[in-house]
């Protein structure tokens, strides 16, 4: 029974809320010396197909990392105030012998991950809690994440990619500690003390609407603010949504998150949690072929809105391939009595073909999305307050000119 229970886990992606996250496009492997060679034509024809997937993964990372790079050289980041970086580790104990790194001092273990564990610490600065994930670089480097890639590319990329991102729905960044001298490597980020509420108005496991409703509210609002500066999540899914004691959802966990350039989201590999891949990504992969990584996060979105609805999973079989066919093949299926509005938009976040699928901004503007509470406020990130300032500086500095050439 308990390997049942493995099992449906692993499809699923979770063991709670900073559990395990399982991975669709490799698991971790541990880096070999030697490679076994095989002279058949079997051998050699998959050979190819992976040396292609390696050129492409390769690529597509390494695209990413060049944009991330090129933001944080040029200052082209969305935040008000920078991540701190700091390359000195101090390991140690305050008076009564709770360990401490640097400011931080140790209060308890709160989660695991695939690569490391997440602990509480207490800062001595400001008596604030964060949360710490930490992880052993060497351990990082000797696991393969894809074909050219190991641990600690997914998690210097997630480093970067938050170094660039501030919104009151991301969870944010606070300070990154790599002493070049130790094994460790340490994200100090903001500690979401919070956790999912059920109201009991909906089925066993659900939420209800209203909960539901606010949640998806704040998932979308960061959603499109990520898609808005080029960053597909790539694994959206209860898990990876965090909620404050106050109630407000954010979105976390970039460990397998890309970016793009100009209005090209278009990706090869799923590498998100099965139950939540969208039918395009389940397909057979083959050479050329491609998604959209927005259209796949926005499916990730409907299949989370039925979790916290329903209780239950829109698609979901006994084995890997069997919930791929469910999710390609099958239809979704609503219960009777469900709000009309309501079915219309899972049934619009769920449309098999991307090209129709709804889209984020439509889904904003969705009547039951709306309720009673209206359009979700704009966000002013720092980038629009940048934006904003340049053109009122450049309309001032026109004005100036001009009122010179009046008086000459």
């Not at 790194?101 to 809690?129: H, M, P, T």
């Not at 704009?378 to 340049?390: D, G």
Request: net charge negative; glycine share 6%.
């Amino acid at each position: 029974m308990f390997r049942d229970s493995l099992w449906l886990s692993r499809i699923i992606g979770c063991f709670g809320c900073f559990g395990t996250s399982t991975r669709t496009r490799q698991l971790p492997e541990p880096i070999q010396n030697d490679t076994p060679s095989s002279s058949s034509s079997e051998s050699s024809t998959s050979s190819r197909s992976e040396d292609e997937e390696e050129v492409e993964q390769k690529s597509r990372s390494k695209q990413s990392d060049e944009i991330l790079k090129y933001r944080l050289d040029h200052g082209l980041i969305c935040r008000q105030v920078p991540v701190k970086v700091t390359n000195q580790l101090f390991r140690g104990e305050d008076e009564d012998g709770n360990k401490m790194i640097n400011e931080y001092v140790r209060e308890c273990k709160i989660g695991s991950g695939s690569y490391g564990k997440v602990v509480l610490y207490r800062s001595s600065v400001d008596g604030q809690f964060y949360a710490i994930k930490a992880f052993h670089k060497s351990q990082l480097l000797r696991l393969r994440v894809a074909p050219s890639e190991t641990a600690m590319s997914d998690v210097l990329r997630e480093v970067m990619i938050m170094k660039t991102l501030e919104h009151p729905n991301i969870v944010n960044l606070i300070e990154v500690i790599d002493d070049p001298e130790t094994d460790h490597f340490y994200m100090v980020l903001e500690y979401i003390d919070g956790k999912w509420v059920y109201d009991g108005s909906g089925p066993p496991d659900s939420i209800g609407e209203k909960t539901a409703r606010k949640y998806l509210r704040d998932i979308v609002a960061g959603l499109m603010y990520l898609h808005a500066h080029n960053v597909i999540h790539g694994d959206i899914k209860p898990d990876n949504l965090m909620v404050t004691s106050s109630g407000t959802v954010k979105i976390g966990d970039f460990s397998v998150s890309q970016v793009f350039k100009d209005d090209d989201d278009q990706l090869r590999r799923s590498p998100g949690t099965p139950v939540f891949t969208a039918p395009e990504c389940c397909l057979e992969s083959e050479s050329g072929v491609t998604y959209s990584g927005r259209a796949a996060d926005t499916w990730a979105v409907g299949v989370t809105l039925c979790y916290m609805i329903l209780g239950q999973y829109p698609f979901l079989a006994d084995t890997l391939q069997d919930t791929y066919d469910k999710i390609v093949n099958d239809p979704v299926v609503l219960p009777d009595g469900l709000d009309p509005l309501l079915r219309d938009l899972m049934e619009g976040l769920l449309c098999k073909n991307p090209s129709e699928r709804m889209t984020l901004k439509k889904v904003s503007e969705h009547p039951w999305f709306l309720g009673e509470d209206g359009h979700v406020l704009e966000y002013f990130c720092c980038c629009k307050r940048k934006s904003a300032l340049k053109i009122k500086q450049q309309e001032e500095d026109a004005n100036g000119m001009s009122e010179v050439s009046d008086s000459s």
